[in-house]
């Protein structure tokens, strides 16, 4: 079966991305490549930071590869954290509790808790560049509740349930969430 790298070792986005592409490609990680760099994510837009992370493993690896960039848009928040959603609170790279916590007090007294999380892949096959998108409609919960997934999971509510994708299993999550979307269109370039 034919490989490729997902340019990640987020353990929950690898699962994710198995589940969808199991049968068609193996999806190799950056451990199992040895590739142990910081890779810059300095793009101001989604899609920019997804090809800047499969450029770079794919110039550097000499292998196909595939990366993700997630934000998450809330409305009363202007769009906020958007592009800046791993890093939102300040000097707490990558702490999804930190995150959570600050998002929360930005939205406290505010009637409009829409939001959406959307991602953006990028497929770097044989020189070629593509990116494919998903989106996930819903809301910021008043707390956060469950135990499942990561980043903001906890305090994301998907229109039309009453869990948080925190309270989901991975494939309830899948099914309908903004990666498993992308997933499933990047399955059909494959
Ligand atoms: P990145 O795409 O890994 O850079 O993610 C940006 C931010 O969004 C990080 O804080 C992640 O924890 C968070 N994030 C990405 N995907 C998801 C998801 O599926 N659920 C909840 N949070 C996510």
């Not at 589940?19 to 910081?38: F, P, Q, T, Y």
């Not at 953006?120 to 560049?129: F, H, R, S, Y």
Request: with cysteine.
């Amino acid at each position: 079966m034919k490989s490729i790298v997902f340019a990640t070792n987020n353990a929950h986005k690898l699962a994710e991305a198995r589940a969808i592409l199991e049968g068609k490609v193996e999806v190799r990680s950056l451990n199992d490549i040895d590739c142990h760099d910081d890779i810059p994510e300095t793009a101001p837009t989604l899609e920019g930071n997804a090809l800047m992370k499969a450029r770079w493993v794919s110039e550097r690896y000499g292998v196909d590869c595939f990366a993700d960039d997630t934000g998450l848009e809330v409305d009363a928040l202007g769009g906020e954290p958007g592009v800046r959603s791993a890093r939102y609170a300040p000097g707490a790279g990558h702490d999804s509790a930190a995150n959570m916590k600050l998002l929360l007090e930005n939205l406290a007294g505010k009637d409009d808790r829409t939001a959406r999380f959307r991602t953006v892949v990028a497929l770097i096959t044989d020189g070629k560049e593509l990116t494919v998108d998903g989106k996930c409609e819903g809301r910021i919960t008043e707390s956060p509740s469950g135990a499942s997934g990561f980043g903001y999971d906890p305090i994301f509510q998907p229109a039309g349930e009453n869990r948080t994708f925190a309270e989901m299993s991975d494939a309830e999550k899948n099914a309908i969430s903004h990666r498993g979307e992308a997933m499933r269109r990047l399955a059909e370039l494959l």
